[in-house]
């Protein structure tokens, strides 16, 4: 691997730029319009500006990005996460044009991104998982009389959802039928498929994952996050590894996901994922993401290992570098995603110019950002602009220099979601680890900070 082009644009292109380069690999940033004077084409060797602003015509026009690939003579795609990274044919493209596809293969993308297929290979390879139908829940099959069976309350899935998108809750078996449309309706405008599924819901779950890494053969795991600080199905605050998991259920999450990644000929990062319920002391899959997680960081900070950097050596042919009796876990670490939004205005987009930024300056902070002083905010993509990543030797001092280090934070000319991040840091929940998955609706912190 000589040239690397990344298929995506803020701060994970910035991050995967500089493992490239400490790596000695040329990079290549592709970029719209919008974004021709971001900190992502600074810091790349090249840049290509692939169309307009809109992500239709940019970050996700397969051709562009192909057509950007082989004017620079780049050998390698890195699709980040979001836009194509987990979009088979993309990754198809990409090879079928000789170069080299950083991620799983098409064939696993493809199985994965099938949530009723994923489910039945989770089962296949031993994975738990949540009472419900077996396959597509089939009109004709009497899917009340299932739901009945299952249990209310039950979660309507879309097959080819993810991100907590295509999801709804039935509380009562009278709304069972109604909202099967719905979700149907949903699934279909969302993603041209109306496949759905169906799952017993986990009331107060909390979310967990494992981290996985292959080389189409071996698989190791580099032990466990919790991504149960969410806010409508959308991760908030991360952390590993996930507290309070008793042994044998982290043992079965870890054993087993690496079964399901090499029973897929799994190459390149990965990532399984749980609902928890405390109560049952039970895991049971949810999904695998194939690709890199934007909470990648926290597990990088407790292992020592730059995850990026076996994904790039292992696309280019190398076996995987790690034993797994050889992976320590040491300390803990909190990871803060930053949105341009504005907590006090219900989370309303912040697009504009960021006029002063600070962060603070300490060995357990580490900031993956994509914007300095100057950068403008676009409106035409995710909110997201940095990362806070906190570590220490527990997670009592992790937690302790994580408040520290959102009151060292300054913004100007953009608001952010660092206030939601100090209030929830404060919380006794999370330092008791009495949070879930629904934890910010439920608590009315919400509430507090509108009226802030």
Not at 190 to 198: A, R
Request: hydrophobic fraction near 45%.
């Amino acid at each position: 691997m000589q040239k690397l082009l990344i298929a995506n644009r803020g701060e994970i292109a910035v991050r995967i730029i500089r493992t490239a380069r400490r790596m000695g690999i040329a990079t290549v940033a592709v970029c719209s319009e919008a974004d021709a004077d971001s900190l992502a084409v600074a810091e790349a060797d090249e840049h290509v500006v692939i169309g307009p602003a809109p992500a239709p015509k940019s970050y996700l026009n397969q051709e562009a990005v192909l057509l950007a690939a082989a004017e620079t003579h780049a050998d390698a795609v890195h699709p980040g996460f979001g836009f194509l990274s987990e979009n088979a044919s993309f990754a198809q493209a990409v090879t079928e044009a000789g170069l080299v596809w950083v991620g799983p293969s098409a064939e696993t993308i493809r199985l994965m991104g099938d949530k009723v297929a994923a489910r039945a290979a989770a089962a296949q390879a031993g994975v738990p998982t949540l009472a419900g139908s077996e396959g597509p829940l089939d009109p004709d099959d009497d899917p009340l009389g299932l739901a009945r069976r299952t249990g209310f309350p039950v979660v309507i899935k879309a097959a080819a959802g993810g991100g907590g998108r295509g999801i709804r809750v039935v509380e009562k078996e009278s709304e069972f039928l109604s909202a099967l449309d719905i979700t149907r309706a949903e699934a279909r405008a969302s993603f041209g498929d109306d496949t759905v599924y169906l799952e017993r819901f986990v009331p107060k779950a909390r979310h967990v994952e494992v981290q996985l890494l292959g080389d189409g053969i071996r698989v190791v795991h580099l032990g466990d996050r919790d991504c149960s600080m969410q806010r409508r199905s959308q991760k908030v605050m991360e952390e590993a590894p996930a507290p309070g998991l008793p042994d044998h259920v982290r043992r079965t999450i870890a054993e087993s996901s690496v079964r399901l990644a090499e029973a897929c000929g799994y190459t390149g990062a990965g990532t399984v994922e749980f609902l928890y319920d405390p109560e049952r002391e039970e895991a049971a899959f949810i999904e695998m993401n194939t690709r890199l997680q934007v909470e990648h960081p926290v597990t990088e900070e407790i292992t020592g290992i730059d995850i990026v950097e076996h994904q790039l050596r292992v696309a280019a042919g190398e076996p995987l570098a790690l034993e797994q009796e050889s992976i320590r876990l040491s300390g803990h670490a909190f990871e803060c995603r930053i949105n341009a939004e504005d907590p006090s205005n219900g989370f309303f987009p912040s697009p504009g110019t960021i006029s002063e930024l600070r962060w603070p300056q300490s060995e357990a902070v580490r900031v993956d950002s994509g914007v300095t002083a100057g950068s403008v905010v676009a409106p035409f993509y995710d909110s997201m602009v940095a990362k806070l990543i906190v570590s220490g030797p527990d997670r009592e001092s992790a937690l302790e220099r994580l408040r520290a280090a959102l009151n060292g934070i300054v913004v100007e000319g953009i608001s952010t979601t660092v206030p939601l991040h100090q209030a929830l840091a404060s919380l006794p929940e999370l330092a008791e680890v009495a949070h879930h998955t629904k934890f910010i609706e439920d608590s009315g912190i919400l509430t507090a900070l509108e009226a802030s």
